[in-house]
C-alpha cells in the first residue's frame, strides 16, 4: 500500500515535519542521510525560543528525543529522484524505494567547494567550512580565509580573536564590503593580523597529514602560501540537484514555494533552507517544516 507522505531530510525543517505527521497519524517514512543537517554546525544558538544558549548539536538531540515518543519510520540514505507515477510519487533512495501519495522535500542546503585539488583530501584534516566550529584549533596559527564575501568576511572576524595571521583570498578584485556592517571591515581592514590578497584564485590545497598551506594564482603568477589551516567560506549550495527538471528551482538552485510550501508539482511540499524563503534560521525552518506538513495533510485528505 502506498504511503501516505514520504519526508526527506531531517534537519530541523525534516524533524518538524515528521513530529506533525506522526501527530497526524500519517503512514510516512522520513528518508535522509544524517540527523540534524547543518543544524549540528552551529556552535552556539540563542535563537529558538525556550532554549538559552545551546549548541545545535545539543538543540538537534532534543529535537531527536522529542520525537522519540512517536514511532517514526526511518531510511538512511540518499534520495536519487522522485517522479510521478500515476496519481502518486515514486521515491527512490539508496536505502529503499517508496511509493506515496505526497512527499514533503527539506533537504537543506551545504558548503559550497572549491572544486580543487586537495579539497576533499583535507577536509577536517586542516581544511574547514566553519570557522565558528573549527576556529579554536587554530589559535596563534597562520590560516587562510578563501572568500571575500559575508561567510569569508564573518569568518575573518571570528578569527581575529583567534589566529596569528590571517591571509583573506578573493577572487575578484575586491572583497564585499557592502554584505556586512561597517563596523566588521573597519575591524578587519585596521587589525595587523589580516592580510587581504585579491584577484587570488586558490587553485589546490597543499598538504601531507595535515594541510600545510595553498596554491593560488594571481593574474599569471602561481604563488603558495604557507598555513596551518584553510577555511573555505565561499557560500552554500541547496541539496536539489536530484530534483532539476522534476519541481521549479530559481536561479541558485532553491525549490520555489508558495505560501502553503507547495511546489510547482501538485502534491509535492518543500520546507527549510532548500526553499526560496530567504531567512536561513533553525526557527524558521522547524516553522516551515510543520507548516508544509499540515499542507501535505490537507492535499491527502483533499485527494
Ligand atoms: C556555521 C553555521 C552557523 C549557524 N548558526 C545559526 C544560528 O545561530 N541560528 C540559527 O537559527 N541558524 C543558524 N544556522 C542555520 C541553520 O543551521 C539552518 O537554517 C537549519 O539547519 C536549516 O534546517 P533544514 O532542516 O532546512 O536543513 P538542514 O539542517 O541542512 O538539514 C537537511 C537534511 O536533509 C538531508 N538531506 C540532504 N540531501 C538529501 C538527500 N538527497 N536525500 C536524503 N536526505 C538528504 C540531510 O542529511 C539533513 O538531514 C547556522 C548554520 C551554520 C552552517
Same mark, same amino acid.
Given at each position: 500500500?502506498?504511503?501516505?507522505?514520504?519526508?526527506?531530510?531531517?534537519?530541523?525543517?525534516?524533524?518538524?515535519?515528521?513530529?506533525?505527521?506522526?501527530?497526524?497519524?500519517?503512514?510516512?517514512?522520513?528518508?535522509?542521510?544524517?540527523?540534524?543537517?547543518?543544524?549540528?554546525?552551529?556552535?552556539?544558538?540563542?535563537?529558538?525560543?525556550?532554549?538559552?544558549?545551546?549548541?545545535?548539536?545539543?538543540?538537534?538531540?532534543?529535537?531527536?528525543?522529542?520525537?522519540?515518543?512517536?514511532?517514526?519510520?526511518?531510511?538512511?540514505?540518499?534520495?536519487?529522484?522522485?517522479?510521478?507515477?500515476?496519481?502518486?510519487?515514486?521515491?527512490?533512495?539508496?536505502?529503499?524505494?517508496?511509493?506515496?501519495?505526497?512527499?514533503?522535500?527539506?533537504?537543506?542546503?551545504?558548503?559550497?567547494?572549491?572544486?580543487? =585539488?586537495? #579539497? $576533499? !583530501?583535507?577536509?577536517?584534516? /586542516?581544511?574547514?567550512?566553519?570557522?565558528? +566550529?573549527?576556529?579554536?584549533?587554530? %589559535?596563534?596559527?597562520?590560516?587562510?580565509?578563501?572568500?571575500?564575501?559575508?561567510?569569508?568576511?564573518?569568518?575573518?572576524?571570528?578569527?581575529?580573536?583567534?589566529?596569528?595571521?590571517?591571509?583573506?583570498?578573493?577572487?575578484?578584485?575586491?572583497?564585499?564590503?557592502?554584505?556586512?556592517?561597517?563596523?566588521?571591515?573597519?575591524?578587519?581592514?585596521?587589525?595587523?593580523?589580516?592580510?587581504?590578497?585579491?584577484?587570488?584564485?586558490?587553485?589546490?590545497?597543499?598538504?601531507?597529514?595535515?594541510?600545510?598551506?595553498?596554491?593560488?594564482?594571481?593574474?599569471?603568477?602561481?604563488?603558495?602560501?604557507?598555513?596551518?589551516?584553510?577555511?573555505?567560506?565561499?557560500?552554500?549550495?541547496?541539496?536539489?540537484?536530484?530534483?532539476?527538471?522534476?519541481?521549479?528551482?530559481?536561479?541558485?538552485?532553491?525549490?520555489?514555494? =508558495?505560501? #502553503? $510550501? !507547495?511546489?510547482?508539482?501538485? /502534491?509535492?511540499?518543500?520546507?527549510?533552507? +532548500?526553499?526560496?524563503?530567504?531567512? %536561513?534560521?533553525?526557527?524558521?525552518?522547524?516553522?516551515?517544516?510543520?507548516?508544509?506538513?499540515?499542507?501535505?495533510?490537507?492535499?491527502?485528505?483533499?485527494?
Amino acid at each position: 500500500m502506498a504511503y501516505d507522505l514520504v519526508i526527506i531530510g531531517a534537519g530541523p525543517a525534516g524533524i518538524s515535519a515528521c513530529l506533525y505527521a506522526a501527530r497526524q497519524k500519517l503512514k510516512f517514512v522520513c528518508i535522509a542521510k544524517d540527523i540534524g543537517g547543518l543544524a549540528n554546525f552551529i556552535p552556539e544558538i540563542d535563537t529558538y525560543l525556550g532554549y538559552h544558549y545551546m549548541s545545535g548539536y545539543e538543540l538537534v538531540k532534543k529535537f531527536r528525543e522529542h520525537l522519540r515518543d512517536y514511532d517514526v519510520e526511518a531510511c538512511i540514505g540518499s534520495v536519487k529522484s522522485i517522479k510521478k507515477r500515476g496519481k502518486n510519487f515514486f521515491v527512490d533512495a539508496d536505502c529503499g524505494k517508496y511509493d506515496a501519495k505526497s512527499v514533503l522535500i527539506a533537504t537543506g542546503r551545504g558548503f559550497k567547494r572549491l572544486g580543487v =585539488d586537495g #579539497e $576533499n !583530501e583535507f577536509e577536517n584534516r /586542516g581544511l574547514s567550512h566553519c570557522a565558528a +566550529c573549527d576556529g579554536p584549533l587554530f %589559535k596563534d596559527k597562520v590560516v587562510a580565509v578563501v572568500g571575500g564575501g559575508k561567510s569569508g568576511l564573518l569568518s575573518t572576524m571570528f578569527l581575529l580573536k583567534i589566529a596569528k595571521k590571517i591571509y583573506l583570498l578573493e577572487k575578484n578584485s575586491k572583497i564585499g564590503e557592502n554584505h556586512v556592517s561597517p563596523d566588521i571591515i573597519s575591524a578587519i581592514k585596521k587589525s595587523k593580523k589580516v592580510e587581504i590578497i585579491t584577484n587570488a584564485d586558490t587553485t589546490a590545497i597543499l598538504g601531507s597529514k595535515f594541510v600545510t598551506g595553498l596554491k593560488y594564482k594571481q593574474g599569471e603568477k602561481i604563488k603558495v602560501l604557507n598555513l596551518s589551516g584553510v577555511f573555505v567560506e565561499i557560500g552554500y549550495v541547496p541539496h536539489t540537484d536530484f530534483l532539476r527538471g522534476f519541481v521549479r528551482l530559481n536561479y541558485r538552485g532553491e525549490i520555489i514555494i =508558495d505560501k #502553503e $510550501n !507547495e511546489t510547482s508539482v501538485k /502534491g509535492v511540499f518543500a520546507a527549510g533552507d +532548500c526553499t526560496d524563503i530567504q531567512e %536561513k534560521q533553525v526557527i524558521v525552518a522547524t516553522g516551515e517544516g510543520a507548516k508544509a506538513c499540515m499542507s501535505a495533510l490537507t492535499y491527502i485528505t483533499e485527494n
